[in-house]
């Protein structure tokens, strides 16, 4: 059934989340308090927390969600650890890619599609603890904006959503710290001005399973190795009312394995360095370097051999951004950006033995932009721009070129420097609003978005030890056009908004691998990639209370998300790794008393596809499986109950040193959701599922401070 005709014949499911919502709210509470918060200049570093009343109807922009850290420190957390990537996979169209992973799939897209930045700087892996935990640190955070597939056109390069985190930029008054004590880890962050126009904050954060297991007396548990860690630190300053410099800087390292044996570690390096300037009233600019780099590797110390794996990715990132405003009706954007990308697929070094290299990868990715949002009329707004992509292959490199069966043929050198190969894309972006009345509009939107680098990976979960890649001669960037509608309302005094959103991607140049593909440190990557084109399509409801006691949202989003590839599923349509029929997700906030707090969030999602063996045959003594087509199955629903309650034992604004307790339970009911299921395949015996979970209940005690 179409999804629009489902939406037709089901829109009662709009009207029952906000029946819902405030049947809720009645039973609880009848006072309501709402707060306007100020909206920052699109230049500021901070993020703001809520939105001004009726905000969410004026705006132009589509999917787009905003979330303040005052209100995810109040959600529940798997082990006491606060995630804000765990709080986005609540929100419509947002799916985890497995349990307890901070991956997420955006609208059926991989989590490689998504753009993923920290002031501005991009992190190609945002997870601590194999994906359990990610590297955003709560105390440094100040906010964070999804959006979903309408990306803006300064940022370029994914397909499917931009994550944008702030970390805190502002001038504190005086010095002072925020931190916590956990299950897990603990973490620290100062702050305080250096004089009337400067100011720094430092923060760290480190996890101490590796310290408790040295307490064993098993000799092979005690020298394990598990922990993870990151640092960051801010400095700002203003030279005058018109110029603004400030630094950020991030570093954080993940480490596993036994120290007399092997380990395996990998993380992140980011810099930003950015000048805001005031050229007049009407003109501001910003212009930016950003540094990243991510590490990964493994090494081993076995008696017959030392080994050691090396992989990075590193970006050198230089952007000027302007934002002109002639006069009310009309705001300008425009900009530019170049991208140097290095990427390192992998170095082993053998002792003993000569080392085995992949080749490194050079491009340049340049960007040019320019966007208008005008105001036609008190009803009628409309924003519109282009964004003009180049992508550059560099050398020094060897091109392999393939025949129609991915066979090698033959191969062409470039020396260092050479470009060899360009990409050239138009990506235009048009949105459109329309004022019903003071409680309701309409919106439209359309994008086209393109991206050049890729992640290689064949798990839904992923892997640390994915390699990204770069579009080449042999393959082309992937593409999307995005288009999008919705219509939004309020309620009792803007005091609950209600949307609906319905969206349809079709995508090209999609890209997927040939079963049983050799990912990892292969010279002839290309030769297992197999493009394609894809579709992915659905309706989001959602109902928000953002004042009074009780808090939070409701949303439900119904979707599908298709590939069809050549070589693949024998060329027929196949259900992406990340399609998931029904999601419904609800996360409440009920505030007892400046005291006590209590939060619950559940989670129910259609279980991801996957591929199961439907027979077997034998040769000799072996046995193999006879798989299904591609996807043609699902693992079991996902379903969970998580719980928090916050307890502040002292109000007093005169104290200096103030705490809070916070008790979790993560899967409160305790389901046992699959995480993995495999079949043996014994000779003579009928093959058996096996289900692998990774969570049944999990409580946790977090002590949080301020001073």
């Known amino acids: ?247 950020s800087a991030y570093y954080g390292k993940d480490a596993f394995g036994a120290k007399a044996i092997s380990k395996f570690t990998y993380g992140n390096a980011a810099l930003s360095l950015t000048w805001s300037h005031t050229f007049s009233e009407n003109l501001f600019g910003k212009f930016s370097f950003n540094l990243t780099d991510y590490q990964y590797g493994m090494g081993s110390n076995m008696e017959s051999a030392e080994i050691d794996w090396k992989s990075n990715i590193t970006d050198y990132m230089l952007r000027a951004d302007f934002v002109q405003i002639p006069n009310e009706k009309i705001n300008l954007s425009y900009g530019v950006s170049s991208i140097y990308h290095q990427l390192n697929p992998g170095v082993i070094h053998h002792s003993g033995q000569s080392d085995f290299e992949v080749p490194n990868n050079y491009a340049l990715e340049h960007g040019i932009y320019i966007s208008n949002e005008q105001k036609l009329s008190e009803t009628f707004s409309v924003k519109y721009g282009l964004r003009c992509s180049i992508f550059q292959n560099m050398g020094q490199a060897t091109v392999y070129e393939y025949d129609n069966n991915y066979g090698l043929t033959d191969s062409v050198k470039y020396g260092s420097g050479k470009i060899y190969n360009t990409y050239f894309a138009l990506e235009p972006r048009l949105g459109l609003v329309y004022i019903l009345n003071k409680k309701s509009s309409i919106k439209a939107s359309y994008a086209h978005n393109t991206q050049f680098i890729q992640l290689a990976n064949n798990s839904a979960s992923g892997s640390p030890l994915d390699v990204w890649f770069a ?166 629903h996902y379903d969970r109950l998580d719980l928090s309650f916050n307890y502040i034992p002292n109000q007093s604004k005169n104290k200096k040193w103030k705490s809070e307790w916070n008790f979790s339970l993560y899967n409160a009911y305790g389901k046992k959701n699959a995480w993995m299921i495999q079949f043996d395949q014994e000779e003579g015996k009928v093959p058996r599922a096996e289900m692998t979970y990774l969570f049944s209940v999990v409580p946790s005690i977090t002590y949080n401070f301020k001073f």
């Open 471 to 636: 579009a080449s001669p042999n393959v082309k960037p992937q593409q999307v056009d995005l288009f999008s509608a919705g219509y939004f309302q309020n309620f009792k005094d803007d005091i609950f908004e209600a949307s609906v959103e319905v969206y349809y991607k079709d995508l090209k140049n999609l890209i997927d691998f040939a079963d049983h593909a050799n990912l990892l440190l292969n010279k002839h990557l290309e030769s297992e990639i197999r493009p394609g084109n894809g579709k992915a399509y659905g309706v989001e409801w959602m109902i928000r209370k953002n004042t009074g006691k009780l808090t939070g949202f409701m949303n439900y989003t119904l979707s599908r998300s298709e590939r069809t590839i050549p070589g693949i599923n024998n060329g027929k349509t196949y259900l992406a790794p990340y399609d998931k029929t029904h999601a419904f997700n609800i996360s409440l906030s009920y505030e007892f008393s400046p005291k006590y707090n209590l939060s619950a969030n559940w989670v129910y999602a259609t279980g991801n596809p996957t591929t199961y063996p439907t027979g077997k045959f034998t040769i000799g003594k072996e046995v193999f499986p006879i798989y299904s087509g591609r996807n043609e199955y699902r693992i079991p």
């Open 1 to 247: 059934m179409p999804l629009c005709t489902y939406f037709v014949m089901n829109k009662t499911i709009y009207f029952l989340l906000i029946f819902l919502f405030l049947l809720t709210d009645f039973c609880f509470s009848q006072q309501t308090n709402f707060n306007d918060s100020i909206n920052s200049h699109l230049l500021n570093e901070v993020v703001v927390s809520g939105n001004k009343s009726g905000e969410n109807l004026s705006k132009i922009e589509m999917g787009v969600d905003k979330l303040s850290i005052q209100n995810i420190k109040k959600m529940p957390a798997l082990m006491g650890e606060v995630d804000i990537l765990k709080a986005i996979q609540l929100l419509p169209g947002v799916q985890a890619t497995s349990e307890g992973s901070s991956g997420f799939s955006v609208r059926g897209g991989s989590p490689d599609q998504n753009l993923i930045l920290l002031d501005n700087t991009t992190l190609y892996n945002p997870s601590h603890f194999m994906g359990f935990f990610s590297v955003f640190n709560n105390d440094v955070i100040n906010g964070l904006e999804l959006y979903k597939g309408d990306i803006p056109l300064k940022y370029g390069g994914r397909l499917s959503s931009l994550l944008d985190v702030k970390t805190k930029s502002d001038i504190p008054k005086h010095f002072s710290g925020t931190g916590g004590i956990g299950l897990i880890s603990s973490r620290l962050m100062l702050e305080a001005p250096l004089g009337e126009n400067t100011s720094w904050m430092v923060s760290g954060r480190r996890s101490y399973a590796d310290i408790f297991l040295r307490l064993s007396n098993d000799e092979s548990i005690n020298k394990a190795i598990i922990y993870f860690y990151d640092l960051n630190l801010n400095v700002n300053h203003r030279f005058s009312s018109k110029d603004k410099l400030s630094l």
